[in-house]
C-alpha cells in the first residue's frame, strides 16, 4: 500500500451516465494529480492541484471534471463519456522535489 | 520539450541472469528521473530515482539505476533476475520549469522465465 486510496477500483457506466471518481491520500502531500493509462501508450497527465488549486489542465476534454476539495481529497467527475475514455484512472500524490505515490487505479469501461 | 523513451516494448531474461531495461531522455537542464514498476491491475510503484550525485543509484527490490549523461541514458539493472520481476516498468523525468508535471515512457515489459 502506498498511502493513496480510490475508489471505486472499477466501473461500467453508459455514455449518457454522470459518476465520479474518489481519490485519498494521508501522507500530507500538497500536490495531487490526475492520469489516464490506456494500453500501450504513455501515461497521459490530466490535472494537476497544488495546495487545493488547479495548475495543470492538459487539454482535458471538459466531460472531465476535477474538483480538490482540500489537500487529502481529489475527485473526477465523469459525464457524457465516449467509449474511448475507456482506460485505467490513476491518481498520485507528492510534494515537490520528490517522487509521486500512485493509488491502484479505476478500471472505467464506457459502453 | 521535456521527454523520455523507452525503446524495448519488451524485455525477455532467464531467472537468475542480468537484466536492463533501457530509458533515454531529452531535458533542458539537468535531469530529475525516476524508475516505477506496475504489477497487473495496481498503481506504479516507484523504485528509484535521480536529482544529483552518484550516477549509480540503488532502489528497492535490489534494482539500480545509472545516469550517464553523455548519453542522456538512466538504465534500470538488477544483478539476478527473479520471476516475480515480471511487471511493466516506466522511467519518468520531472519538468525543472514545472515541478507539477512529469514525463512518462510507454513502459516495458518484463518477463523472467523460470
Known amino acids: 500500500e502506498t498511502g493513496v486510496t480510490q475508489t471505486p477500483r472499477h466501473l461500467v457506466m453508459g455514455m449518457t451516465n454522470k459518476k465520479s471518481l474518489k481519490c485519498e491520500q494521508h501522507l500530507g502531500h500538497n500536490a495531487m494529480y490526475w492520469y489516464k493509462q490506456s494500453a500501450k501508450k504513455p501515461l497521459e497527465l490530466m490535472f494537476v492541484?497544488?495546495?487545493?488549486?488547479?495548475?495543470e489542465n492538459n487539454s482535458v476534454p471538459s466531460r472531465f471534471s476535477p474538483e480538490c476539495p482540500n489537500s487529502s481529497h481529489l475527485f473526477l467527475h465523469l459525464h457524457t463519456l465516449q467509449p474511448e475514455d475507456s482506460a485505467l484512472y490513476l491518481c498520485?500524490?507528492?510534494?515537490?522535489?520528490?517522487?509521486?505515490?500512485f493509488g491502484p487505479g479505476t478500471r472505467l469501461t464506457v459502453l | 520539450a521535456q521527454s523520455v523513451a523507452q525503446p524495448e516494448d519488451q524485455v525477455n531474461v532467464a531467472e537468475g541472469n542480468p537484466l536492463t531495461v533501457k530509458c533515454t531522455y531529452s531535458v533542458s537542464g539537468n535531469p530529475y528521473l525516476f524508475w516505477y514498476v506496475q504489477y497487473p491491475n495496481r498503481g506504479l510503484q516507484f523504485l528509484l530515482k535521480?536529482?544529483?550525485?552518484?550516477?549509480l543509484v540503488k532502489g528497492s527490490y535490489g534494482f539500480e539505476a545509472e545516469f550517464n549523461k553523455s548519453q542522456t541514458s538512466f538504465h534500470l539493472k538488477k544483478p539476478s533476475a527473479l520471476v516475480s520481476d515480471s511487471a511493466l516498468y516506466f522511467c519518468a523525468v520531472r519538468d525543472i520549469r514545472n515541478f507539477n508535471k512529469f514525463y512518462f515512457g510507454s513502459g516495458t515489459k518484463l518477463n523472467v522465465k523460470p
Open positions: 498520485a500524490s507528492g510534494t515537490t522535489y520528490n517522487e509521486q505515490f
Open positions: 535521480y536529482i544529483t550525485g552518484d550516477n
Open positions: 492541484y497544488n495546495f487545493k488549486e488547479q495548475t
